[in-house]
């Protein structure tokens, strides 16, 4: 009895250590299947983007898919930073889109990009504030005042380098209570009422629009983000990507762009 | 010795190594000694070590009590209370902050009473690290202390009642003494948790350098812009909690 026992439960693990194996190579072979589908119909189009894009490309691959039937845009958003992280270790996707020429930086010099980054879109900041203005802040100067709560971007991110510009260019100093991970985090704690005001990206501070008031200051102007978007050079759909770059740039993309409130080269 | 459990036991080791082998092949070795001295390095660490044991002396002020009554006290609801207390586990840590600062935050629960009445604000303070890192840590302590109290051999305490000790006498001077393995343990894995702690404290207590950033964020922070500072932070954070934790065992955990 006890050696036929082992050998079943040897056989058990073996069949289970097969099954993971087997599962883990189906895996690959499926997404690397769905991945090298190529164009035309049923094409699916990969795109990371920036996170400060998520209301206005989420729109666009949307539209995208109604003016190519049978096309699949897949869309993963974070930040800039994260996803050139993931796009140099082989990432599979067709474009990426950032929100700052530094990381796309990242991307061109490691040579994954086919082709050079095309400037999209621009964004500036804009003191985000709880909606009607509460606290009565009408610029960069007020920040600054005592007793007023201010989260800011890190200085790592783009939004809080942005910021720092923005801030010394004013000659203001001041003291926030948190420099956040990302411009969401910052917005999301005006949402919350943890924080009088943030600095932000004007097209979040849009799309917050039912909470937050957007003050625009002098010289935010000059405190601008590029947004550059380029094929991947290891793209799974070349032509997809090329597509979907082309309606990004489009007169159509460009007005969905304008609307969420990011500027239009 | 069976192969079918020497197998699995093998490959998970290799899935918990794997990982710190991966963090060690990337460590900059050369340029370790600037790394390690840069500013912020020290800071972030110091707050981390201070954040984690003070959450885990607050767990130990509230968490062994609340084992003991889990374990001890027949009450109407305590299978609930217990799945209750099991919440922080299974919320992501991200939610967890956000439900603090719904509680905890000017606009919330106990927040505006809290600073009316006393002048307590937690969110962006030292202090709201510490309870955004209680929070999550705390189910690991209760768990541990809990499942202590119901294997300790109860004849103990009747005996000491029986000789005339009182509850609490009994309490401190029987029942912990039993149970203190299980309760290292716990307060061990708590420590660790609490160590390790991310996402309820950035979204809690937010971040910044020398009050709320410990050391997970300045890892993250570090990833946007240079993943080898961020090893290096990794590997400073492993090393010591490694160090203090191998330390702790060897003094409390496996000694009889």
């Known amino acids: ?38 164009p035309g119909a049923g094409g699916t189009v990969t795109v990371f983007a920036a996170a400060s894009l998520t209301e206005a490309f989420t729109r666009l691959g949307r539209d995208f898919e109604e003016a190519r039937p049978g096309s699949t845009v897949v869309l993963s958003f974070a930040g800039s930073a994260a996803l050139a992280a993931q796009i140099n270790q082989g990432a599979p996707a067709d474009v990426f889109a950032s929100a700052a020429t530094r990381n796309m930086a990242t991307v061109t010099g490691a040579g994954n990009a086919d082709g050079d980054p095309a400037l999209f879109a621009r964004n500036q900041l804009v003191v985000a504030v ?9 610029g960069l100067a007020d920040l600054a005042r005592p007793g007023l709560k201010v989260a800011l971007c890190a200085p790592q991110v ?82 997809g990507a090329r597509a979907f770059v082309a309606y990004v740039r489009s007169e159509r993309g460009r007005g969905v762009l304008a609307a969420a409130g990011f500027q239009v080269p | 010795m069976p192969l079918a459990l020497l197998l699995p036991a093998g490959l998970g080791l290799v899935l918990l190594v794997l990982p710190l082998v991966g963090l060690l092949a990337r460590t900059p070795w050369a340029t370790l000694p600037q790394r390690l001295a840069a500013p912020g390095v020290l800071t972030a660490l110091r707050l981390s070590l201070l954040t984690a044991t003070l959450a885990t002396l607050l767990c130990l002020l509230l968490g062994v009590p609340l084992a003991w009554l889990l374990a001890r006290v ?15 586990l299974v919320l992501p840590p991200v939610v967890g902050g956000v439900a603090l600062l719904l509680v905890f935050g000017r606009r919330g629960l106990l927040g505006g009473w809290l600073d009316a009445t006393f002048g307590i604000t937690l969110p962006f303070t030292t ?108 590997l400073v954070l492993l090393t010591v909690s490694v160090a203090i934790l191998a330390g702790l065992r060897d003094r409390w955990i496996t000694s009889p």
């Open chain 2, 127 to 234: 202090a709201g690290v510490v309870l955004a890192e209680a929070f999550v840590a705390m189910p690991f302590l209760v768990i541990a202390v809990e499942g202590a109290l119901r294997g300790a051999d109860r004849r103990y305490e009747e005996a000491a009642a029986t000789l005339g000790a009182g509850r609490w006498t009994t309490f401190v001077r029987v029942t912990l003494p039993l149970v203190a393995p299980g309760l290292a343990a716990g307060a061990v894995l708590c420590w660790a948790r609490a160590l390790g702690e991310f996402g309820a404290t950035i979204t809690f207590a937010g971040n910044y350098p020398g009050r709320t950033q410990t050391m997970p964020l300045a890892v993250y922070l570090a990833l946007e812009t240079d993943v080898q500072a961020a090893v290096v932070l990794s």
């Open chain 1, 158 to 239: 783009p939004c809080g380098a942005a910021a720092r510009t923005a801030l010394d260019a004013a000659s203001v100093a001041l003291t926030p209570v948190t420099l956040e991970q990302d411009v969401r985090g910052a917005l999301a704690k005006v949402r919350l009422g943890e924080v009088d005001a943030a600095l932000v990206y004007r097209t979040d501070a849009l799309a917050a629009a039912a909470e937050v008031t957007a003050v625009e200051f002098p010289g935010s102007a000059g405190a601008v983000n590029d947004y550059p978007i380029v094929v991947l050079r290891d793209a799974p759909n070349p032509d």
């Open chain 1, 1 to 38: 009895m006890r050696p036929r026992r082992r050998r079943v439960t040897a056989t058990v693990v073996v069949a289970v250590v097969l099954a993971l194996a087997g599962a883990a190579g189906c895996g690959r072979s499926a997404s690397g299947g769905g991945a090298t589908g190529g």
């Open chain 2, 74 to 88: 027949e009450f109407p609801g305590r299978r609930l209370v217990r799945a209750l207390v099991t919440v922080p």
């Open chain 1, 130 to 138: 709880p909606k009607g203005n509460p606290r009565g802040v009408a």
